[in-house]
């Protein structure tokens, strides 16, 4: 017989397709300055075991997997509460169809290049898990912003952390270029470190050895806030691309 707390897991993941990306709001929000939502992560845990996102206030960076949820920020981690909210996060429940032992040392644009090679179709979702040693490891948190100014003008404060020779976790999602602007279209990857101390948005890495893990998923969930915030926003990004090169890149 299932436990207690079995028979709860299962009965969330009934409420969400296993096979899709849950979305809530989008990128381009966030680019505006939305970034409050009444979204907590009680609610939020039911649509994955896996992803990445923000909170509220851009507090830091999100990064689960093996139901596990952490807050990335200020050079450290520590497990989110039930209570914490995001504007915007990427969720999955996330089951293997790819394993993949990886000899490097490879580089980010390496890496990316044999993910690629490993998945069917650039035009499906994909979350994507890293288990390694990493050589290097350079990863940014957002700062609490008090006033909602634009993302382009948050990230300009934001801290960096590098790692090296460290054992950790990348975790994430590749997303089709056709949905740029709702999330982040190619490769977007958080991570942090095997004693849980410490991670973040990545932007640079070389991987030495480790095991990758790609879960395909055909179906998005987009859920999109009602608040005022996010009705009166600015959505047409004339600069799209350069924004999140600016933010992302």
């Known amino acids: 017989m299932r436990t207690a707390a079995e028979n709860q897991n299962a009965e969330q993941i009934s409420t969400s397709r296993t096979d899709e990306v849950y979305q809530l709001s989008t990128m381009t929000s966030l680019l505006d300055g939305v970034y409050e939502s009444d979204k907590t992560f ?9 992803g990445i996102g923000t909170f509220n206030h851009l507090d830091g ?20 509460q039930p209570e914490d909210k995001s504007p915007f996060c990427s969720l999955a429940h996330f089951s293997e169809d790819i394993t993949y032992t ?8 390496e890496l990316e290049d044999l993910i690629k090679d490993l998945v069917r179709s650039e035009n499906l979702f994909y979350a994507i898990r890293v288990d390694g040693v990493f050589k290097k490891m350079n990863t940014r948190t957002v700062s609490y912003q008090e006033k909602p100014v634009p993302m382009t003008e948050a990230v300009k404060s934001q801290p ?13 999602f590749w997303t089709p270029m056709f949905a740029q602007g709702i999330a982040v279209a190619g490769f977007h990857l958080h991570f942090i470190d095997d004693k849980r101390t410490g991670g973040g948005h990545v932007f640079d890495y ?8 790609i879960s395909k998923k055909a179906h998005m969930h987009l859920e999109l806030p009602e608040t005022d915030a996010f009705l009166n926003a600015n959505l047409s990004r ?12």
């Open 42 to 50: 009680a609610e939020l845990k039911k649509f994955g075991d896996f």
């Open 61 to 80: 960076e999100l990064i689960a997997f093996d139901n596990a949820f952490y807050q990335l920020k200020d050079g450290t981690a520590k497990r989110v």
């Open 102 to 109: 990886a000899e490097g040392p490879l580089a980010k644009p």
């Open 160 to 172: 960096v952390y590098s790692f090296e020779n460290t054992k950790g976790t990348l975790a994430g």
């Open 206 to 213: 070389v991987l030495d050895y480790g095991t990758i893990r």
């Open 238 to 249: 004339a600069n799209l691309a350069e924004e999140l090169e600016k933010t992302e890149g």
